[in-house]
């Protein structure tokens, strides 16, 4: 099963409102991107999505329950990387996998066997390295390979190319159109380009709003680009 599910989600901070009703529902395995301007509300929904913060109105579904509820049951089968997180600078590369792999319960040996397997996919940087050693991109990878360890039948991902080098983020969306065609994976970004190489359908935000969506063929025929049906549906 792999289910992502937003009711009327309001977020409200003393002097703004970060969410303004947005809703959503996916239920097939494919890559999903969630596509707006920075500030817009796409890291308040996965936050609210992954339990990090709670919403003023509205619930977030993660296969069939309520996030705010059932916290640890809904994300047993989620993998997210939120805010690109950076993994313990004093810790290795495979200790900081392998505390991630402990975390959901996995034996030493699926972990190692699970590392290998991505090491191969996505070049992890040594593994006795130190986090704090590491470039940007090498963490980055680290971070979303914890994600993966457990192989989730979601993943949660927040801009998860941003700030990375030209070959570095086409190693990731390699990896996201493998992963895709198994599991959900919902990703933010900004940047139209990145969104159409790796997703079938497009959700756009802006201004806490979902404002626009539709499958990448659809747009494009309807828009002559992607570029273009961002421009029309975001407004600038």
Do not use: W
Request: aromatic content about 4%.
């Amino acid at each position: 099963m792999a289910k992502i599910e937003a009711k009327d989600l309001v977020k409200r901070y003393k002097n703004a409102v970060a969410l303004d009703g947005v809703s959503f529902a996916f239920d097939k395995k494919g890559a999903i991107g969630y596509l707006g301007p920075n500030g817009a509300g796409k890291t308040t929904t996965f936050k609210i999505l992954t339990g990090l913060i709670r919403p003023t109105s509205g619930s977030a579904e993660i296969n069939g329950l309520d996030v705010s509820k059932h916290i640890k049951e809904a994300l047993l089968d989620v993998g997210a990387v939120i805010e690109s997180p950076e993994p313990d600078k004093q810790q290795t590369v495979n200790e900081a996998l392998h505390m991630a792999g402990e975390f959901r319960g996995m034996s030493n040996e699926s972990i190692n066997s699970q590392i290998s397997k991505y090491n191969k996919l996505l070049e992890l940087p040594p593994l006795d390295a130190r986090n704090g050693r590491l470039s940007k991109g090498q963490r980055q990878r680290v971070s979303l390979v914890a994600a993966l360890l457990s192989e989730p039948s979601v993943l949660i991902l927040d801009e998860p190319t941003s700030g990375l080098d030209p070959i570095e983020r086409v190693k990731l969306k390699n990896m996201f159109k493998l992963l895709k065609k198994d599991r959900l994976i919902l990703i933010s970004s900004h940047v139209t380009q990145e969104i159409q190489e790796v997703c079938d359908s497009i959700l756009f935000i802006n201004k806490g709003k979902i404002v626009g969506s539709g499958t990448v063929p659809a747009l494009k025929k309807k828009y002559k680009s992607l570029e273009r049906a961002y421009e029309k549906i975001i407004g600038h």
